[in-house]
């Protein structure tokens, strides 16, 4: 009795395995008639389709299909047959639905990766391969799409998505093409997701690419903007200080954005630390010797903040900003001789020695303004009146007023 009863629950098993195996047909019969009708041109029936996507819903999770490898390799090209017929509207600028697109990409190259996880016999594993380095590159198309609708959620996911392909799809992620992607710049994809993070206000995810996206040179100096405008968009100031610190080597704003920070905050320690610290790392940057500059001109102590504004100069001969507090020293030094006169008892003779040496000053001042001048030609708020007040002290007054000409 008991040996009857066992064979018909065997029996009975036997059956249900071979009614989804059934269903999993049914659906590859769907799918055929469909690329059939695709090859003549004709839209994809999307009746058929969902009467497919039926069948292996039921196959997939009945748990009595037998085939599953099949069943998953089913499933993949049906979402290859919709993602691609959107695709081929997109190239010749029909409308599409991007959505349809999006949704069966994914789900074509989840499936395709479970199927070559069952695939013991490695019967579709060598297609399915094939496949899904293939159509990585349309997870950049997909964030592309997005992007142009504004949906920057959707356009994060899919830049993300190939940047973590690798991970994700495990069966290709030792392939050459995979490891090392020919069609699109790694680090370039990676500005990309940053940027689009930032964009829609995902500023945790600003961080996630990061150090990839700093590795673009093209765009390196906006990730650092971006990555310090959502550490403030977060209000962690202490996590902005000490990015700042990290890119004002080569960041000349972030630089003097960091010092404008100290200054407001009346930090003259940190000034002086961070601009000592940048001078250690390098004497010749020329980002060092501004900042030691900016921290002595904030104690006001002009003279000494001189020669590290003429040696930025030096580094870098077309530095405007250097050029510009250069001369703000000279000037600002030959202003404190002169206030210093009135409060001395001088005879004639040293009067006239301090005349003179403020005049000195201003004359110092005058090549810094005028190298402005020549870079800056087309900004004349920037030198023309601080050429005329050095003319004025001078006593040369053509010159003066020339520079009238420039400030009407």
């Known amino acids: 009795m008991n040996k009857y009863v066992l064979s018909i629950a065997l029996l009975v098993a036997s059956t249900g395995a071979f009614a989804q195996n059934r269903l999993v047909k049914k659906a590859q019969g769907l799918l055929n008639l469909t690329r059939t009708e695709m090859e003549k041109r004709q839209p994809i029936d999307l009746a058929k389709i969902s009467e ?25 090209e049906l979402h290859q047959l919709v993602f691609t017929e959107e695709l081929n509207k997109a190239a010749v600028q029909q409308p599409f639905d991007t959505v349809s697109f999006s949704k069966h990409l994914y789900g074509c190259l989840d499936a395709f990766e479970k199927c070559n996880k069952l695939d013991e016999k490695q019967e ?12 990585r ?72 690419h990061l150090d990839e996206a700093l590795n673009y040179e093209a765009e390196a100096k906006t990730v650092r903007q971006l990555h310090l405008a959502s550490l403030l968009e977060k209000g962690d100031t202490a996590q902005w200080v000490d990015a700042s610190k990290k890119y004002a080597v080569a960041d000349e704003v972030v630089a003097q ?25 390098d004497p010749n940057n020329k980002i060092a010797n501004y900042s030691k500059g900016v921290v002595l ?34 000037c600002n030094a030959g202003y404190g001789i002169n206030e210093a006169i009135g409060k001395k008892k001088l005879t004639k003779v040293q009067y006239d020695k301090e005349i003179e040496k403020v005049k000195s000053w201003y004359k ?42 420039y400030l009407k």
């Open 364 to 405: 110092k001042a005058e090549p810094f303004f005028l190298k402005l001048k020549e870079l800056e030609s087309g900004s004349p708020e920037r030198w023309a009146s601080r050429l005329k007040t050095v003319y004025y002290i001078t006593g040369e007054k053509a010159k003066e007023a020339e520079m009238d000409t």
């Open 257 to 281: 954005n960091l010092l404008a920070y100290y200054t407001e905050n009346k930090d003259n320690a940190s000034a002086l630390e961070f601009s000592n610290s940048l001078l250690a790392a």
């Open 137 to 208: 590159m349309f997870l950049m198309y997909d964030g592309q799409f997005w992007s142009q609708n504004q949906k920057l959620e959707e356009a994060y996911k899919a830049y993300d998505a190939w940047l973590k392909f690798p991970e994700k799809y495990s069966s290709v992620a030792n392939e050459p093409s995979v490891q090392n992607d020919t069609v699109f710049d790694r680090n370039q994809v990676a500005y990309y997701a940053c940027l689009t993070a930032y964009q829609g206000k995902m500023y945790d995810k600003v961080t996630e």
């Open 52 to 76: 497919a996507q039926t069948y292996l819903d039921q196959a997939l999770k009945s748990g009595e299909t037998k085939d599953m490898a099949l069943a998953w390799n089913t499933q993949g």
């Open 297 to 330: 001109f904030g104690q006001e102590k002009f003279e000494e903040a001189l020669p590290f504004f003429v040696k930025s100069t030096e580094i870098d001969p077309e530095f405007t900003d250097a050029y510009y507090n250069a001369g703000v020293c000279c």
């Open 124 to 135: 579709y594993l060598q297609k399915n391969k094939e496949n899904l380095m293939k159509f």
